[in-house]
């Protein structure tokens, strides 16, 4: 597996590529590309119109697919391990790739956003200029020859939409924060969170109704928890919201789509604001996790057991 990050804007991305790269003069391989999200809290609907997806090769050409309609959804529906196909078992050229772009309506009518405080007011949702040609994630990743190469690309909510505080004449802008993925090279985390720890929680109080918290998940083994900021590098590769399980009659949380290896998650039941620096969040307990690919690996429940 080949791992490489990079930025986009002030987002960090990262991919993986698989097997060999196939890149004979004529060969071709199979592709498909499915979105997911790692979800934001402060949000209760991102929704986004992609219109198609560019693929640029190391030639220099570009294969693009333009959708007869918008793929419209609101990503934080995909959450969990749930996803939405862009592209299905498409032939494309095989090697090497250095750069994909999504296409965006940003009609407001199509691409909008909606807050915990005011659920039912859309937001409009911007695209700076630099990204008018496409939400841009750079890096290589492979297609190889007479196969079938399945990436998800995850779309971080909390780390892509910045408030422009009055610097824009629209109400966010969509800076993205992109990773893709080899989809069978990835593995989850689930787990839960103890009752009473929730619903004896100050902290869960007043936040939004129904919030029950979050678990942050960081690359590496016993990483110092921190905060979501949109403004530095580090933080979690991604939060996700606790929610309960009435078949289960628990708290549960599922990470999805994380490559091999080592991660930290901590759980906490206070909203972060990714827009500022000095907000300090409160972090229950952390543990280790480690992700073996195509397996889903069951965490400790929080609290720890001392």
């Known amino acids: ?43 209760t609907d991102v929704t986004v119109a992609f219109t198609g997806i560019r693929l640029k090769h190391e030639d220099g050409e570009w294969v693009e697919f333009t959708f007869d309609q918008p793929k419209t959804w609101n990503l934080l529906d995909l959450q969990g391990g749930m996803s939405e196909p862009l592209i299905t078992d498409e032939e494309v050229p095989a090697g090497d790739y250095t750069e ?13 956003v909606a807050t915990a405080s005011k ?12 990204e008018q040609s496409g939400l841009k994630l750079k890096g290589n990743f492979i297609v190889a020859a007479d196969t079938t190469t399945d990436f998800t690309i995850d779309f971080n909510v909390a780390k892509s939409i910045v408030n422009p505080q009055g610097q824009s004449l629209a109400d966010y802008l969509l800076k993205p924060s992109l990773r893709l993925t ?9 787990g839960d969170v103890d009752f009473a720890t929730i619903n004896q929680n100050q902290d869960c109080e007043g936040v939004s109704e129904g919030y029950t918290g979050s678990v ?26 606790v929610k309960y399980d009435d078949s289960k009659g628990i708290y549960t949380y599922t990470a999805a789509y994380l490559t091999e290896g080592d991660y930290t998650i901590s759980y906490t039941c206070q909203l972060d604001d990714n827009e500022t620096t000095d907000d300090t969040v409160k972090f229950e307990d952390k543990q280790t996790v480690s992700v073996v690919a195509g397996e889903k690996t069951q965490a400790d429940s929080f609290p720890l057991t001392p």
Request: aromatic share 6%; proline share 7%; with cysteine.
């Open 1 to 43: 597996m080949q791992m490489f990050a990079v930025s986009a804007l002030a987002a960090g991305v990262a991919a993986c590529g698989g097997g060999g790269d196939g890149s004979a003069s004529g060969s071709t391989g199979t592709v498909s590309f499915n979105m997911t999200d790692a979800p934001a809290m402060e949000f």
């Open 100 to 112: 994909l772009r999504l296409m965006v309506d940003t009609d407001p009518n199509r691409t909008f």
């Open 119 to 130: 659920p039912d007011e859309h937001k409009s949702l911007a695209i700076p200029s630099g």
């Open 182 to 190: 080899n989809t069978l090279e990835t593995g989850s985390i689930t």
């Open 216 to 241: 942050y998940v960081y690359q590496g083994a016993d990483i110092t928890p921190t905060d979501v900021n949109v403004e530095t590098e580090g933080g979690p590769l991604m939060t996700v919201p």
